[in-house]
């Protein structure tokens, strides 16, 4: 298994490009099922899971050609409309072809996606969304089978703010026979992003980006062209990297109107940050103040950036609380944080970091996509070498991190399985 080695203690400098974003590139490749057009999709980010989806795009049937940030899909037929454990249990977003395929092709059978490191993380809202449009639905051996002749528009309120879910049956009602409204949809970025898409391939959406989404079901999509957006937690999470380290960087092809709760919290944190077109700017004003915060849907902070701001708190003046609101068991990384020296105590869904005056390098083992970059901010800033285990994790959601973080000055190197100790 892979390793990061780093040799903290050097603030990083520097410009880097960001990548375009997994969780828009994801949704948006799973609309690709929903027209026989080909479907040209630029700007998605080389990840891990990027890979896993186009690989199970190609087990339906999907003809699927890949070129630099450059992904051609074409679902004429999909002969085989079916999601296996095996590729479910390693990317839950793998739930995003259910809506696109029952509402193309009438029938569906997708493994439910089991436990997961991050919480219990149910699908029920969007197999609630889906009966609500007239879908039958069964769970067999572990399976959701669902099945409809067309899919009907209606009213759904989901209890809770659910983004997948909302892509889900978002896709699900541009093929729907009716009008389909959406109530307390997510609002986050990625969601707006798949509605323009799926707007560029003829759908008829409105209200995306605002917690009621209105959906009038067309017969069918064409094939587009469309860009995915700009990465906004590999954004923040170089941003953070930046300021733990006292740095001083430019991050260009982003978008900082996807930023502001992160922006803030930073600025709070006593850094200076400047936007620009397509770009930010990040040094620090003086000493790191860290900062208290609670996660919570778009618009406020993300859950997606909670474990890295908790590295920089771990070094920071005083006591900060972060507290999770979006999942249940998301604090994973606090334990190994206090391998390298970090004072964190947990109480129920908070955790109280009292800043530290150095944290020391130390073998510390990733256990999720954020705790995985929470932990190499931690490398960053560790006097020593640090050496982060099983960064698997890493790899499905962040392109090329360690090349990235070398050109920012970061002394940092992958260890693969067959190279000497
Ligand atoms: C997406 C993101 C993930 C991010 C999360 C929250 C993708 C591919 N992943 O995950 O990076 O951390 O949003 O911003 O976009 N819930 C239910 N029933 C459901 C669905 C969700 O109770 O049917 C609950 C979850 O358990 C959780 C909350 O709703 O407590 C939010 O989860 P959700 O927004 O669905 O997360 P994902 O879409 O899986």
Redesign the pocket.
């Known amino acids: 298994m892979d390793q990061l080695v780093i040799a903290g203690g050097k603030p990083l400098a520097g410009e880097i490009e960001v990548s375009g974003a ?2 828009a590139a ?2 948006i490749l799973c609309a690709g099922l929903l027209t026989a057009q080909p479907v040209v999709f630029d700007n998605v980010p080389d990840l891990r899971d990027v890979g896993t989806l186009l690989r199970l795009l190609g087990s339906m049937g999907v003809t699927v050609e890949r070129g630099v940030h450059r992904v051609t899909l074409c679902a004429e037929s999909v002969g085989n409309p079916v999601a296996s454990y095996d590729l479910v249990k390693t990317m ?2 793998s739930i995003l072809v259910l809506g696109p395929l029952l509402a193309r092709f009438g029938h569906a059978r997708v493994s439910l996606p089991g436990g997961c490191a991050i ?8 197999i609630k969304g889906l009966q609500a449009m007239g879908a039958r639905i069964d769970i067999d051996h572990g399976y959701i089978v669902a099945e409809a002749a067309r899919l009907k528009g209606a009213r759904i309120f989901m209890d ?6 909302t892509e889900n049956l978002m896709m699900a009602a541009t093929l729907a026979e009716g009008v389909t409204v959406l109530e307390n949809a ?1 609002r ?1 970025p ?1 969601v707006v992003d798949l509605a323009e898409c799926l707007i560029g391939m003829g759908a008829r959406i409105r209200g995306h980006g605002s917690d009621v989404v209105t959906i009038e079901g067309v017969s069918r999509l064409e094939g587009t062209q469309h860009a995915v957006m700009p990465d906004r937690i590999e954004t923040g999470t170089f941003l953070v990297a930046a300021a733990a380290t006292g740095g001083n960087v430019r991050l260009v092809g982003t978008r900082d109107d996807t930023l502001d709760a992160v922006l803030d919290k930073l600025e709070e944190a006593n850094a200076i940050v400047e936007r620009g077109q397509g770009e930010i700017r990040i040094r620090m004003r003086g000493p790191n103040h860290g900062v208290s915060l609670r996660t919570s ?1 778009y618009p406020a902070f ?3 950036m909670q474990a890295q701001f908790m590295a920089m708190n771990a070094v920071a003046q005083g006591t900060t609380v972060v507290t999770e609101t ?2 249940e068991n998301r604090f994973m990384h606090v334990q190994e944080l206090r391998r390298l020296g970090a004072n964190i105590e947990v109480e129920g869904n908070a955790a109280i970091i009292r800043g530290v005056s150095k944290l020391e390098g130390a073998t510390v083992m990733a256990t999720d996509l954020r705790a995985s970059a929470s932990l190499v901010i931690a490398g960053l800033i560790a006097q020593g070498e640090t050496v982060v285990d099983r960064i698997y994790h890493l790899d499905r959601g962040y392109e090329k991190i360690e090349q990235k973080l070398s050109c920012l000055g970061a002394a940092i190197y992958r260890r693969s399985d067959g190279d000497a100790e």
């Open positions: 997994k969780n994801l949704p839950r977003a919480g219990e993380r149910p699908v029920d809202l969007h809770t703010v659910t983004v997948t879910g997510a986050e990625e849907p993300p859950t997606d979006i999942f």
